[in-house]
């Protein structure tokens, strides 16, 4: 069945840039995204791209979609210490059927000062 | 713009007692309308979602249920609460139109069953 796949934890210094992974099985996927986690608190929508697109960037974030991989990736440059959350990648369900989402299991991005 | 508001924050409930959690969304018409638990392994699992006023589809074979009785609003409910029901219970809402817009959560409820 459709399945996300991402590494479970991430350390990077302070400065450095954080690239978090994720591969997908759907391949009628339309839609991609990324979202954070802070302790306690609600997902927040970080950034997504459509499928149609290989890159997308906004401000220190930069999305890499290789379709032929199945292959997202998130860039974070210069990360901070309030990078440090859980990010989840999710891909639509179905092409067509944009209300569900299939989940990977977050990665926990550390940031050592 | 748009809000989701998600209560209440924590809860503390007994097993046996019944549960009621409400999600309303302000700033937008006719949303579709997600219910998510997260338990502590961090995965989340979809329980209920609604595309409009009394449509709900349920996810999964569980002792909860959902209600959408106005346009903005959503309701997880249980008559009686089991021990694996604890977890962070997520509210979230996407635009109708089905174009793929990305869903956007609220705050979160923490239950614990005691």
């Known amino acids: 069945g459709e399945d996300v796949e991402q590494s479970l934890f991430l350390s990077v210094r302070e400065g450095d840039s954080s690239v978090i992974n994720c591969t997908y099985t759907d391949s009628s996927s339309t839609y991609l995204y990324w979202y954070k986690q802070e302790p306690g608190a609600g997902l927040q929508l970080l950034t997504y791209?459509?499928?149609n697109m290989d890159m997308k960037q906004d401000q220190r974030l930069t999305v890499l979609l290789n379709k032929k991989d199945k292959h997202l990736s998130l860039r974070i440059a210069d990360t901070q210490t309030g990078d440090s959350a859980i990010y989840f990648c999710a891909e639509t369900f179905n092409a067509g059927n944009n209300r569900k989402l299939i989940w990977g299991l977050g990665t926990s991005l550390a940031v050592n000062p | 713009s748009q809000t989701i508001h998600q209560w209440p924050a924590t809860l503390v409930q007994p097993v046996g007692s019944p549960l009621s959690l409400e999600c309303t969304v302000e700033g937008t018409s006719n949303p579709n309308l997600y219910w998510y638990r997260q338990a502590a392994g961090r995965g989340l699992q979809l329980l209920f979602y609604?595309?409009?006023?009394?449509?709900i589809s349920s996810e999964v074979p569980q002792n909860l249920s959902a209600s959408r009785p106005q346009d903005r609003q959503f309701i997880l409910s249980s008559k009686k609460l089991l021990l694996s029901d604890s977890g962070f219970y997520l509210c979230?809402?996407?635009?109708?139109?089905?174009?793929?817009?990305?869903?956007?959560f609220g705050d979160g409820t923490r239950l614990s069953i005691l």
């Open positions: 791209i459509f499928s």
């Open positions: 979230a809402w996407s635009p109708g139109t089905g174009s793929g817009e990305p869903q956007h």
């Open positions: 609604s595309v409009g006023i009394g449509q």
